[in-house]
């Protein structure tokens, strides 16, 4: 009974967390649109955070498929939440070449509510241990994601200040996480 009970809990957890996300997303649009300098990324980005906020959200709303997985139900939304936004970074930065990212405002740390909302998924339904093992992975993406495309070229003496400002971003929310 306390299984039923705890995935009832977490898939009420994930409704909420994708309408909380689809609402951050709208804010997002506003704030951008009307108080910031419109985003390179355009529209592109809102849209591609939606849809996976909206497959986690069908996801908790189909009762067969949370019984067909059972026990892997919440590692593959946690695996979502987690990943799909790295996915969408990387693909943001494939689409449009990124600007200096020495701002909280780049795509490095854009997505650090969704993979925050994932890293809960994983307290609410783990040990600590794995709690450990998600962040350790998601600075593993991170990085790899900008090593991949953020090379380090620039001054002899260093690496560019663009480097220096995804890695400082990738450390700032490995920190907070």
């Known amino acids: 009974m306390k299984k039923i009970a705890g995935l009832f809990d977490a898939v009420r957890l994930i409704r909420i967390v994708a309408f909380l996300w689809l609402g951050y997303l709208a804010v997002l649009v506003i704030i951008n649109q009307t108080l910031g300098r ?11 955070y939606a849809i996976i906020a909206l497959i986690c959200l069908g996801l908790a709303y189909w009762p067969w498929i949370q019984g067909r997985l059972k026990q892997y139900f919440i590692p593959l939304i946690i ?23 020495s701002s909280p405002d780049d795509l490095y740390l854009r997505p650090f509510p969704f993979v925050f909302m994932g890293l809960l998924l994983v307290a609410w339904q783990y040990k600590w241990q794995y709690i450990l093992l998600v ?43």
């Open 135 to 177: 962040i350790l992975v998601i600075t593993a993406l991170n990085l790899g994601v900008m090593w991949s495309f953020s090379m380090p070229t620039g001054a002899p003496n260093g690496p560019a200040p663009h480097f220096q400002g995804a890695i400082i971003s990738v450390l700032i929310q490995t920190v907070i996480i």
């Open 79 to 101: 695996t979502i939440v987690t990943v799909m936004p790295l996915v969408v970074n990387w693909m943001m930065i494939q689409l449009f070449p990124m600007v200096p990212s």
């Open 38 to 48: 419109p985003q390179r990324t355009g529209i592109w980005y809102y849209i591609f």
